[in-house]
């Protein structure tokens, strides 16, 4: 495995033939893309019409479509009988689909209805499958500084439920339709819609209906887009082309009769052999197929925006304060680690104080294998506790295992949202990871086998999912925008 800055020279910076991150620093770097004349007329139309679409989101949040509450699932099929709705009032082909039943509150209930939606049939042009949910989480109001179902503007900011991830998504993907369609303007590409609402429940039961739907509504899709996550920072747009991997972990130590070491000794001396204090792994052949870091992937995190190590260097462990950007950034991202909790006695009936149990984590990144990964850890773990003559129980349990995800940002998909980006905000977006894992992108690159593009639309801090959720007023606006400018772009 190379670390960061290992390949970095005074003549790195030059275009080279890296298949992956090469291509992307050889494109044209300029700022200036013209805005064609049908953009221009989508754009006019969504300046005209900024207090309706405030409306409409103000329509949608006030919809308590919580997921995760048998009180509000009348109000999420209400969600789902809107969403209906407009598509067949734009014309829109739609099929409902009742998916299976779930456990919810002690009781058996179906699953919340999943919409699959088709606008234009054109085999000489491309077609686009869109993601989007439905659903949001019970907010904690006790928590909010406004009402979290009424949409609230204080400066500069929109609060209300959704308005960061889901309901505002769904309500800019519409209003791109209805700009095309009342300014007279032919779609350029062909549309596919995924809408699920249980997005906040790990998409329960979406792979499966989708696998049965793969090779017949799936069959000709070029790329898939989800608009979730956030930017780095608050003034230039992103485009994620990649997550890390999570495998959690159990490691329980049980005292034996007769042994003369304490559980809770062992424990530490284990993990004393599994990282140490700076966080190196020391689980021989870890990171051996670890994808190798390059000049140029090494060049796009130095021109990421919008990020100051300064800012967070205080809360930063001693041996990271003097990191500079490029490694702290890849230290979050690209690189594998393992973080560990505390030392839990047995919660269990008996309250057993025999038996400790520690839970540790494991990030993956790309080219680690799930299952060769849990091998390695498992098997050095009671190699280091047989190398220390450990006497009492030692058993490591891998509780849940989710895959990292990574897309080429030299992706003529990740290219046409980078242009759009160039044309509506004047700034060429960061190039960024995330630092957790995603399941949703994991079920729809491995069911549907196709490139997805990741493209957040609010800033960071919006606070997605959480208390005083938002989006600034700048960003609902020219997010509209933005997704039909990657709509001229991608059809290219």
């Not at 969504?46 to 995760?68: A, E, P, Y």
């Not at 990171?287 to 100051?308: A, G, L, R, S, W």
């Not at 839970?359 to 280091?384: E, S, Y």
Request: with cysteine; aromatic share 10%; charged share 25%.
């Amino acid at each position: 495995m190379v670390y960061p800055h290992s390949y970095r020279t005074e003549h790195s910076e030059t275009r080279t033939t890296n298949s992956v991150y090469g291509e992307y620093y050889a494109q044209h770097q300029s700022k200036k893309i013209p805005i064609q004349p049908d953009l221009l007329k989508i754009i006019q139309f969504i300046d005209s019409r900024r207090d309706r679409f405030l409306t409409d989101l103000s329509n949608i949040v006030k919809i308590k479509s919580i997921s995760g509450s048998l009180k509000h699932r009348a109000e999420l099929q209400s969600m789902i009988d809107f969403t209906q709705n407009w598509l067949f009032n734009h014309g829109l082909k739609y099929e409902r689909f009742d998916i299976g039943f779930h456990e919810l509150e002690g009781q058996k209930v179906r699953l919340p209805t999943i919409i699959l939606a088709t606008l234009g049939e054109n085999p000489r042009k491309k077609t686009l499958c869109i993601y989007v949910n439905l659903d949001v989480k019970q907010p904690d109001e006790s928590k909010w500084d406004t009402d979290p179902w009424t949409v609230t503007q204080v400066g500069n900011y929109i609060y209300g439920c959704g308005v960061a991830q889901g309901k505002t998504t769904l309500m800019h993907w519409f209003h791109v339709i209805e700009g095309f369609q009342k300014s007279h303007i032919d779609f350029p590409v062909n549309l596919k819609f995924i809408i699920e609402s249980m997005y906040h429940h790990n998409s329960l039961g979406l792979a499966e209906f989708l696998s049965l739907r793969k090779h017949d509504f799936f069959v000709n899709i070029d790329n898939i887009i989800v608009c979730d996550s956030e930017w780095i920072g608050e003034k230039h747009p992103c485009v994620i082309y990649g997550t890390i991997g999570v495998l959690h972990y159990d490691l329980f130590i049980e005292k034996v009769e007769g042994s003369k070491t304490d559980p809770r000794d062992d424990m530490v001396n284990i993990f004393k052999e599994v990282v140490d204090e700076e966080e190196h792994i020391l689980i021989p052949h870890f990171e051996d197929i670890v994808t190798q870091i390059t000049p140029e992937e090494e060049k796009m995190y130095e021109d990421i925006c919008d990020f100051n190590v300064d800012d967070v260097r205080d809360t930063l462990p001693p041996f990271k304060q003097k990191w500079d950007k490029v490694k702290l950034l890849m230290h979050y991202w690209r690189l594998p680690s393992i973080w560990v909790g505390e030392t839990e006695e047995c919660t269990c009936e008996k309250k057993d104080a025999d038996i400790v149990k520690r839970h540790f984590i494991v990030k993956l990144v790309p080219r680690q294998i799930i299952d060769r990964t849990t091998n390695l850890t498992i098997n050095h773990i009671n190699n280091v506790a047989k190398h220390l003559n450990i006497e009492n129980k030692v058993t490591c349990e891998a509780t849940s295992a989710t895959r990292y995800w990574h897309e080429s940002v030299a992706n003529p998909n990740y290219q046409a949202a980078r242009r759009a980006a160039i044309q509506i905000y004047k700034e060429d977006p960061n190039m960024i990871r995330e630092d957790r894992a995603r399941v949703l992108l994991t079920i729809l690159d491995r069911v549907l086998e196709s490139n997805i593009l990741l493209l957040p639309l609010v800033s960071r801090g919006s606070n997605a999912g959480g208390d005083n959720e938002n989006i600034t007023v700048r960003i609902f606006y020219e997010s509209t925008k933005l997704l039909a400018a990657y709509l001229f772009q991608f059809a290219k």
